[in-house]
């Protein structure tokens, strides 16, 4: 599978942004799916994971109540909704599919595919 992020841009704190990833393929359905971010000068981080069917999320703690994943099976899209945004949240946001990544494990980034990234500005 093959996915492309998008949605990225310059906003201030408070803002929101709705992240994109399209992937290519008709197995979309069957990939657990995740979003990380690498700030400059840091290591990857992990986001959020979502199962194959949506029924299972895992969020990091430093977003969790204000960033929202969510998918579109049937047009092969995932979503990363993020509200109440802080300058901390400046980064490259990457989406990845895994076929077997349960969300449990999606911290340790061990995904198959990854999409090239789109960057999040934050300003204060």
């Known amino acids: 599978v093959q996915l492309q992020a998008s949605g990225g841009g310059l906003v201030q704190a408070g803002g929101s942004l709705r992240l994109s990833c399209a992937a290519s393929?008709?197995?979309?359905?069957?990939?657990?799916m995740g979003w990380f971010r690498q700030a400059p000068g840091k290591e990857r981080e992990f986001v959020v994971a979502?199962?194959?069917?949506?029924?299972?999320?895992y969020y990091a703690d430093s977003v969790k109540g204000r960033f929202t994943i969510s998918r579109d099976n049937a047009k092969n899209m995932m979503y990363l909704q993020m509200n109440s945004l802080k300058p901390e949240d400046t980064a490259v946001y990457y989406c990845a599919a895994d076929p077997f990544r349960t969300v449990a494990a999606a911290p340790r980034g061990e995904y198959d595919y990854w999409g090239q990234g789109t960057l999040v500005t934050v300003s204060s």
């Open positions: 979502m199962n194959w069917n949506g029924d299972s999320t």
């Open positions: 393929g008709r197995t979309f359905s069957r990939y657990n």
